[in-house]
């Protein structure tokens, strides 16, 4: 006698699908928030730096940072949820002065290391009281550096939206 074939399963009605979808999602992102956000890290990494040094500034710099990260992350959640359940907005609505995002039309601004620059600049510039003048000297050529790139891109967008109108 032959073996018999195994009977293929048959398929799940699609609103079981959607919910297991949402509960996997929910599931991972309850999970994954938290310890990606520095909930984790920092609470394992002030744990393992109090036992190691007995330090309380270090102690107490990386609890904040796990208490910080906590709450974000529970604000991140909570703001999840209540997007979900709000209505969709209907599809021909375009942004209004309510909801100016809702619009997608328009240009997109091209990528820039620009607003990196600017960051960095304005970072090595606080560094100065503590380092001296070189990083304030090289904070300061990288903020400008940053801002003149990114305000001549701003330009080059506002005259091309001019052009397209």
Same mark, same amino acid.
């Given at each position: 006698?032959?073996?018999?074939?195994p009977?293929?399963?048959?398929?799940?009605?699609?609103?079981?699908?959607?919910?297991?979808?949402?509960?996997?999602?929910?599931?991972?992102?309850?999970?994954?928030?938290?310890?990606?956000?520095?909930?984790?890290?920092?609470?394992?990494?002030?744990?393992?730096?109090?036992?190691?040094s007995?330090?309380v500034?270090g102690?107490?710099?990386?609890?904040?940072?796990?208490?910080?990260?906590?709450l974000i992350?529970?604000?991140?959640?909570?703001?999840?949820?209540?997007?979900r359940?709000?209505?969709?907005?209907?599809?021909?609505?375009?942004?209004?002065?309510?909801?100016?995002?809702?619009?997608?039309?328009?240009?997109? !601004?091209d990528?820039?290391? $620009? /607003?990196? +620059? @600017? =960051?960095?600049?304005?970072? #090595?510039?606080?560094?100065? !009281?503590?380092?001296?003048? $070189? /990083?304030? +000297? @090289? =904070?300061?050529?990288?903020? #400008?550096?940053?801002?003149?790139?990114?305000?001549?891109? $701003?330009?080059?967008?506002?005259?091309?939206?001019?052009?397209?109108?």
């Amino acid at each position: 006698m032959p073996p018999s074939q195994p009977r293929p399963m048959p398929p799940l009605p699609r609103a079981v699908v959607i919910q297991l979808q949402r509960l996997v999602f929910s599931f991972t992102l309850a999970c994954h928030v938290p310890v990606m956000s520095g909930f984790g890290w920092a609470g394992a990494l002030g744990v393992i730096y109090w036992f190691v040094s007995h330090e309380v500034a270090g102690t107490a710099l990386l609890a904040g940072l796990a208490l910080a990260s906590g709450l974000i992350s529970v604000w991140l959640i909570r703001a999840r949820r209540q997007s979900r359940q709000r209505a969709p907005a209907p599809t021909g609505e375009t942004g209004g002065a309510d909801r100016p995002f809702l619009d997608e039309s328009g240009r997109l !601004p091209d990528p820039t290391l $620009a /607003p990196f +620059a @600017v =960051g960095l600049g304005i970072a #090595l510039a606080v560094l100065g !009281p503590v380092f001296g003048v $070189a /990083p304030v +000297a @090289v =904070g300061v050529v990288s903020f #400008l550096w940053g801002a003149s790139m990114w305000l001549s891109a $701003a330009r080059d967008e506002l005259d091309a939206e001019d052009v397209e109108d």
